[in-house]
T-cell receptor, first 114, second 116 residues
Framework: AQSVTQLGSHVSVSEGALVLLRCNYS??????LFWYVQYPNQGLQLLLK??????LVKGINGFEAEFKKSETSFHLTKPSAHMSDAAEYFC????????????FGGGTRLMVKP | EPEVTQTPSHQVTQMGQEVILRCVPI?????FYWYRQILGQKVEFLVS????????KSEIFDDQFSVERPDGSNFTLKIRSTKLEDSAMYFC??????????????FGSGTRLTVV
């Protein structure tokens, strides 16, 4: 069965600083990987996804993530944090032929200081 | 942009009561899902639904839970006799294709269920 670990339940950065949210996955078969963002009182919004094409994936709002098979990682980055990036971020994995359900990590709450 | 709509946004119910959470998926989507998130915990898969039947369910989705697509537009989750531990945010999602790789899911804003 697949699983996802997000290191750091809370991450705090200053506005303009680099954002790095960590995600490691476990899967016996090639995974599909996703990052979702949840703003307060809202649903889960897809930021980006990896589907076995390019290993560097660009998403919305200036975020990107790189799939590194050797490290089983899919870390989310953004060069310069904005106050509006403050939210909860979830990494998720799905695998072909193991159903179409998503397995989520525990989430990382990003705080952006002025 | 098409949305998945969930109602109500908040529901408070007494332990032992039945609740029905409602969702209107995106109109041309074929696959429907329920997930839940207990406060402070991970988002967990409950059930997927396709062609008017359950295609997958997790161990959480026991006999107290049921899903239905009663009229071709709504997708409901029923909890027959609620327990305190059912208190959570419940998310509905829909997708056009089975494999989320190309299309991903679209999630609703969730229903916060509080069992007292």
């Amino acid at each position: 069965a697949q699983s996802v670990t997000q290191l750091g339940s809370h991450v705090s950065v200053s506005e303009g600083a680099l954002v790095l949210l960590r995600c490691n996955y476990s899967s016996s078969v090639p995974p599909y990987l996703f990052w979702y963002v949840q703003y307060p009182n809202q649903g889960l919004q897809l930021l980006l996804k990896y589907t076995s094409a390019a290993t560097l994936v660009k998403g919305i709002n200036g975020f990107e993530a790189e799939f590194k098979k050797s490290e089983t990682s899919f870390h989310l980055t953004k060069p310069s944090a904005h106050m509006s990036d403050a939210a909860e971020y979830f990494c998720a994995v799905s695998v072909r032929n193991a159903g179409n359900m998503l397995t989520f990590g525990g989430g990382t709450r990003l705080m952006v200081k002025p | 942009e098409p949305e998945v709509t969930q109602t109500p946004s908040h529901q408070v119910t007494q332990m032992g009561q039945e609740v029905i959470l409602r969702c209107v998926p995106i109109s041309n989507h074929l696959y429907f899902y329920w997930y839940r998130q207990i406060l402070g915990q991970k988002v967990e898969f409950l059930v997927s639904f396709y062609n008017n039947e359950i295609s997958e369910k997790s161990e959480i989705f026991d006999d107290q839970f049921s899903v239905e697509r009663p009229d071709g537009s709504n997708f409901t989750l029923k909890i027959r006799s609620t327990k305190l531990e059912d208190s959570a945010m419940y998310f509905c999602a829909s997708s056009l294709r089975q494999t989320p790789s190309n299309y991903g899911y679209t999630f609703g804003s969730g229903t916060r269920l509080t069992v007292v």
